[in-house]
């Protein structure tokens, strides 16, 4: 996969995906397409809560194996109710592999990836 190409995503910005405990940012260009496809389908802005982890971020820090999130392929979106439904909808149309849902109490969210050729979705 390729580095991301900032200035080629409508709607997305370089600092909303840099990680919250480093600044950096290794986000990969072919999940950045797909998120572009997806935010043009579902026609509403969509919040980020976290992008690229590096591997010493606290929440990758504590896995035995690094996420999604530290490989550049995954994103939470800060979503509740029919936005929430409508937007995993569109990420299972559009091949999205792995899907996480929050969607209990503050903080809800989904978790979308490209981390691996199968479909992987969970609840936190």
Excluded at 31 to 54: A, C, I, Q
Aim: charged residues 25%.
């Amino acid at each position: 996969m390729t580095a991301a190409r900032w200035g080629e995503y409508p709607n997305f910005t370089k600092a909303e995906f840099d990680c919250k405990h480093t600044g950096e940012n290794h986000m990969k260009h072919e999940f950045m397409l797909k998120l572009v496809t997806l935010r043009l389908r579902y026609g509403k802005p969509l919040r980020v809560t976290s992008g690229y982890r590096d591997v010493t971020h606290p929440a990758e820090a504590r896995k035995s194996i690094s996420g999604a999130h530290s490989h550049g392929v995954a994103a939470d979106f800060a979503l509740q109710g029919a936005d929430a439904y409508r937007v995993l909808e569109l990420a299972f149309a559009l091949g999205f592999t792995g899907i996480g849902i929050q969607q209990k109490g503050d903080g809800r969210f989904i978790h979308l990836d490209i981390h691996t050729d199968y479909p992987r979705i969970w609840s936190y």
